[in-house]
């Protein structure tokens, strides 16, 4: 994504974001933990994580919030491994 | 697909959440436990202290700068787990971090990234543009100050140490730490 | 010793593959000079693959604006893998 134009201002909140809360929902954090704690116990690496993120449905990558590229890339990885 | 991206996504993170659960990957117990840990532990006062002291003991500067795995464990956190990479700004150049293809980000030292950060108009424009990105911050570089921006697509993780600033002399290492705030730390902050 | 010491200039492999790299498309093609080597570490476009990685050392490798956006007077350091990276 470097160098692409055409994605405007940076969306900085009042006082740059200092003293902004991390997730937006409770589920953003649990999705934040369940990437981490599925990584440590080594169903995925972090660049199958990656990569997975970046196979979302190009739609889908650019206009889902950020944390809901992690969801489908976890549910992509859940679902390819067979694992659950 | 699955079908299940018609949910909201909170209602699609239980679903994952049970099924994981019920396959014995995961527990409730682990996502609360690794959730407050995150949340008493990762704080950007930690990179705040680490760079207090660089301003204040040349020693601990000089390994910050050479080895920030080392510093690191030396305030404290041991086991990073990436390598960290630490740059100076100077009177001459002011250093900005991104992460362009993700956004890969020293969470331990710094607290879980901002949004912004996030934002595809920080990975797109900050490297090409840096100057006008930190604008959109407040801040604005005098024209011989040059911009080096450093893109995070490896396992190292990088962290500013910004200048320190003048007229602060007397003041402990409390007060120094409280002054490097966590934008300072990325570059799109002036301390 | 490593393959390309630090000051020595390198040029990034110009390629699109389909599958996961770590190696950011506005560098693609252009030369830089390498600042450091950063360690050795599994290659991701294998391990996104779910292949026996190869261990390869990592540089950090710097570019000028002007070379990569024809305009702009700072410079972006990369980290990149050495199989990104060939003789100029």
Known sequence: ?84 | MTGHEDLPAAARTRRLEERLIAAGLTSDEEIDEFLTRLYTRAFPVNGARMAARAWTDPAYRELLLADGNAAAAQAGFDGLGYLLRVVANTHQTHNVIVCTLCSCYPVSLLGPSPSWYKSFAYRSRTVREPRAVLAEFGVTLPEDVRISVWDSTSEARYMVLPVRPAGTDGLDAGDLAALVTRNGLVGTALV | MFEYPAGSRVRVRAVDPDHHTRVPGYVRGHTGEVVAALGRWPLPDDSARGLPPRVETCYAVRFTAADLWGSGDHTVTVDLWESYLDRP
């Open chain 1, 1 to 84: 994504m470097g160098g692409q134009t055409g994605f405007g201002p940076v969306p900085v909140g009042p006082d740059g974001d200092e003293r902004a809360v991390p997730f937006g929902a409770d589920w953003e954090a649990r999705v934040y933990a369940l990437a981490a704690v599925l990584r440590r116990r080594g169903v995925f690496n972090s660049d199958e994580l990656r990569d997975a993120i970046e196979r979302l449905p190009p739609e889908v990558y650019l206009s889902a919030p950020y944390y809901e590229r992690w969801l489908g890339a976890l549910e992509t990885l859940v679902a390819e491994k067979g694992v659950a």
